[in-house]
């Protein structure tokens, strides 16, 4: 009998474990809801100053790096895409069971939609993040049709499927993910793309629409939560491409806020575009959202504003904030290696990569040798230790810090490195003489090159563990370009 | 309440513990209880029609029982004769209006749209109840044997009610014999509450049968449904491939739903009867049948095949009452053309194999062909399963018509060149899909195999291996089933097939 219930015990423990193995490569691991909902579980108790909940009009264009390093405000973008007032609803009173910020601030953008539920991925996106608790329970029941609450409660009937779309990235630690590491700090969400948008026309709209039903109560419920836990709270919208009709239910949520009084407030940030010194030609990605750039002419606005209207204080310099320190940092270097990746000239290029903790690889290949302008491609890459002159045919050199790590002709043929803890860089120079030799250069296992003819420059940032890109100056009649292509 | 469904997941183990913990003489009760409640998952007035049918069979035995105690004369054997004409006219009755009204409707307006008379409208809609001809089978089969003398009438309503409606068996059998299941379930208190094999031999069947249902028949579903729904898009090789996939997808889901069934009875210390034995490697469609839904092919055989004279009678009568039974047998799987076809089918190739098995016999043996090799078995066996699948295209097609074009496109609309262009992934199983069902269909061919060699099934089968094997086969199939089984919100728990016989 003891050997039996040791047995059972032995059994649904290895069952546990596997069954938690599975848990973690098969969960859904976005970044736009649910990663910002389980990270917001280890932010310290009563330490956010201001929360941001909502949809994406929040987490891209409400830049936290921004509040912090430049105003030192701890702000957390709360939200998820396509979030329902429901949703925002359920956020806030989890958000509020550990902080007590000075402000609350919920973005009003869906509060215009229609439905009582939205697609499978947002109810996904929007609860997945909950811990487990009668809460988690509630906003499942409020996003979900009956029939499937269940399957969306244990969460494991929705993303066993996904046995066909498993990359590298699902058996990594979560956090150690490419994106986790490079983009997503406190919930916001950054874009560096950029999609010129037509201006908003001046149009003044003073008529009201009734919000849906469902949303005007989740919108109530939350003014409600609140004020019972006396924290201001501002309803607003951020600038974007906005329909006259969705204004509407802007005034209608105006009204609303009125009937609350002191400590709930409305803004439509709308109109105010200009003022802030946003360009909607290059500082959106598309017609809601804004690319980090534009997020940071948003995000000083708004600081503004808050700072003004809140009590909110500067903890800049204070320790317990170091996780914010840490993303200013960062933030920096993402705003570092978009400035390489948007330079364009040679010489520029190379004296950006010049810092100590990036790998680069050159490598050159066609008959650069006769190239018109060899000299000068010659002198800008000696900086590096790199002597073209001494290259045979197709060449290749790893770098890091003014020391060449591997250069092609040498007795070895293969170099790698590993970089962080997921990344191998494999530089081959080549097999046999001169010509024949066909250098190759490979980030785990995918091989880059971005021209043919011509130099090209593959850049790891080792200390944000992110691949930078892999630039290529090409090779035209006789001379090689100085922008990159 | 679908035993793939999570509901299940949850009610099970909630009725198992529950019978275990509750005083032994009430298990019986618990056992109705949630049984009646297992059955109105579905709809609750479906209560009714199966409560109706227990009382009038449960009256029946008593009234037989009592006729029986008097002393016998013509008079009693003709009184006991309507009481059994009564209880299936009754329980026949319930069932012909409910499964075949619409068939004889449409069949009566057929008839009189040739004449020319204006069809009949029916007013309202009646709603197959889910397992109506498995409860009804069984209830009348009870009372048939205790006309027969071959069991006493049971005494206890509830404990008969709960024969009726036991539930791991109600909605798709096995049809259980009177005989086997009151007996057990009058002595369902003496059942040990920790019998270690018996729960984890339970567990087994249940974990093998989810894998069947979920892994394979759902998946297999997938090209099935994609090819015979647009099958007039589709040659030769595609209609076969669903054809073969569909015998795959009817058998796991079928055989599937008994293991389950069979597994969580086992589990409270009930043994029902095996209701498949590899029918796929049968040699001829007689032993086909002896293999495919024993308890469905014995029920006809005990209770209209031999009544009717069985093969104690001329060759013609033996091959009137072999059309018959399969003929009914047909009709009993659905009220359509196309089940009776199906059914017509099996009964022709038994009388034609009958028929041609002297020639046969002495072709092979003019031709020195040799019958105790692998070879011979193997053809045997291929000609079976072809055969079987012929006849399946009748029961998976919407009607007659599409049965037959289906048949006449597969010999007419040779296409072999989508073996290597690739378009067979896109018939809803794309490469990983079929990889996944090639790998579950080579564990359900190594089970079977073993199953046919040696008889024992995967439970007594790992019950034998070391303690790393079992649990490895264990584990597999469990997360086999978690990761590559077809449910969540995008698929709804996909019903058995055989729920709407």
Not at chain 1, 299 to 304: I, M
Not at chain 1, 451 to 466: A, W
Request: charged content about 20%; aromatic content about 16%; overall charge negative.
């Amino acid at each position: 009998m003891i050997r039996k219930t040791v047995k059972i015990i032995a059994f649904f423990l290895i069952l546990s474990v596997l069954l938690l193995r599975f848990h973690q490569v098969f969960r859904f691991k976005f970044n736009d809801g649910i990663y910002g909902m389980e990270q917001f579980y280890r932010e310290k108790e009563n330490s956010l100053d201001a929360i941001f909940f909502g949809s994406s009009h929040m987490y891209v264009n409400v830049n936290t790096s921004v509040l912090w390093k430049e105003y030192g405000i701890a702000g957390y973008d709360l939200g998820g895409s396509e979030q329902p007032v429901w949703n925002s609803y359920y956020y806030v009173k989890e958000a509020l069971k550990t902080q007590k910020p000075s402000v609350l601030v919920l973005d009003c953008f869906t509060a215009c939609r229609t439905g009582d539920y939205v697609d499978e991925s947002r109810i996904i996106k929007n609860t997945y993040g909950m811990q487990l608790s009668r809460d988690k329970i509630d906003a499942v029941n409020a996003s979900s049709p009956e029939s499937d609450r269940i399957g969306y409660l244990l969460e494991y009937p929705t993303y066993h499927g996904r046995y066909g779309d498993l990359s590298r990235s699902d058996y990594r630690k979560y956090a150690d993910t490419d994106f986790m590491r490079s983009n997503s700090w406190k919930g916001q969400y950054l874009h560096t793309s950029v999609h010129s948008q037509p201006e908003p026309e001046p149009e003044e709209v003073t008529e009201t629409a009734e919000l849906d039903e469902k949303n005007e109560a989740y919108l109530r419920r939350t003014i409600e939560l609140a004020k019972e836990a006396e924290v201001p709270i501002l309803l607003m919208v951020v600038p974007y491409v906005t329909d006259p009709k969705e204004t509407k239910f802007y005034n209608r949520i105006a009204e609303i806020a009125e009937e609350y009084g002191e400590g709930v407030d409305f803004v439509n940030f709308n109109p105010l575009w200009e003022e802030m010194g946003l360009d909607f030609s290059v500082d959106y990605m598309d017609n809601c959202h804004m690319n980090y750039q534009g997020s940071e002419k948003f995000t000083r606005y708004l600081a503004e504003y808050l700072k003004a209207r809140y009590e909110l204080s500067d903890h800049r310099g204070d320790s317990t904030y170091q996780s914010y320190d840490t993303m200013a940092w960062y933030y920096d270097r993402f705003v570092y290696n978009d400035q390489i990746r948007k330079t364009t000239e040679l010489p520029d290029y190379l004296a950006k990569l010049w810092i100590p903790d990036y790998v680069t690889v050159f490598f050159i290949k066609g008959d650069y040798k006769n190239i018109s302008n060899y000299e000068e491609v010659r002198d800008l890459l000696a900086c590096y230790g790199i002597s073209l002159d001494e290259a045979g045919g197709d060449a290749v050199w790893a770098v890091q810090n003014g020391t060449v790590l591997f250069s092609s002709g040498g007795e070895e043929y293969c170099w790698y490195q590993e970089l962080g803890k997921y990344d191998v860089l494999t530089v081959q120079s080549g097999q046999g003489d001169g010509k024949n030799r066909i250098p190759q250069v490979l980030l785990n296992d995918s091989p880059h090159s971005a021209v043919n003819d011509g130099l090209n420059i593959l850049t790891y940032d080792l200390e944000g563990e992110s691949f930078v890109e892999c630039a290529g100056f090409a090779i035209v009649d006789g001379e090689m370009e100085m922008g990159k292509r | 309440m679908l035993f793939n469904s999570i509901h299940f997941m949850i009610f099970f183990p909630v009725v198992v513990g529950i019978y275990f913990l509750i005083p032994r003489k009430a298990r019986y009760i618990w056992l109705l209880v949630s049984s009646y409640y297992f059955y109105m998952s579905w709809n609750p007035e479906y209560a009714l029609l199966i409560a109706c049918s227990t009382l009038v069979t449960y009256v029946s035995g008593r009234q037989l029982a009592s006729l029986k105690k008097v002393p016998q004369s013509p008079k009693t054997a003709v009184c006991q004769k309507w009481v059994v004409a009564f209880c299936l006219a009754v329980n026949l009755g319930i069932l012909v209006f409910f499964k075949y009204s619409d068939f004889i409707l449409n069949n009566f307006n057929h008839m009189l749209g040739i004449l020319g008379v204006s069809q009949v409208r029916r007013k309202f809609d009646i709603l197959l109840p889910v397992g109506i001809s498995f409860y009804t089978f069984q209830a009348l089969g009870y009372t048939i044997d205790v006309y027969r003398g071959k069991v006493e009438a049971e005494k206890n309503l509830l404990r008969y009610a709960l024969f009726v409606s036991f539930f791991p068996q109600l909605v798709a059998g096995p049809i259980e014999r009177s005989g086997n299941l009151i007996a057990q379930l009058n002595h369902v208190e003496d059942i040990r509450l920790w019998n270690y094999e018996r729960i984890t031999g339970g567990a087994v069947l249940m974990l093998w049968g989810l894998f069947q249902k979920m892994v394979i028949a759902d998946r297999a579903a997938l090209f099935v449904d994609t090819v015979y729904n647009g099958y007039w898009r589709y040659g030769s090789i595609e209609l076969i491939l669903a054809t073969v996939l569909f015998a795959v997808q009817i058998y796991c889901d079928f055989s599937s739903y008994s293991l389950i069934a069979v597994g969580a009875a086992r589990v409270m210390g009930i043994r029902l009867m095996e209701n498949f034995d590899t029918p796929y490697f049968a040699r001829s469609v007689k032993e086909f049948w002896r293999r495919w839904h024993v308890s469905l092919s014995s029920w006809f055989r005990d209770y209209l095949y031999i009544p009717l004279g069985g093969s104690r009678c001329s060759k013609l009568c033996c091959y009137r009452n072999i059309m018959i039974t399969f003929l009914v047998s047909g009709l009993w799987h659905g009220a359509s053309w196309n089940f009776v076809v199906w059914g017509g089918l099996h009964g022709a190739y038994q009388v034609i194999g009958d028929r041609l098995r002297p020639v046969k016999m002495r072709l092979e043996d003019r031709l020195k062909i040799k019958r105790d090799c692998f070879s011979y078995k193997l053809g045997q066996v291929l000609t079976t399963f072809g055969l079987v699948n012929v006849a399946w295209v009748f029961f998976r097609a919407a009607s007659l018509k599409e049965a037959f074009f289906i048949l006449g496109r597969i010999v007419t609309g040779w296409n072999p060149w989508v073996l290597s262009d690739q378009s067979l992934y896109q018939l809803g199983l794309d490469v990983t899909e079929v990889h996944i069902l090639a790998v579950s269909l080579l564990a359900l061919f190594l089970v079977d195999q073993m199953k046919y060699k040696t008889g024992k099934t995967l439970d007594l089968f790992l019950r034998e291996q070391l303690l790393w094997f079992r649990w490895l086969v264990l584990f597999t199939l469990l997360f086999g089933i978690i990761i590559y089984g077809i449910y969540g919100p995008a698929f709804s728990a996909a019903a058995f097939i055989y729920f709407q016989f």
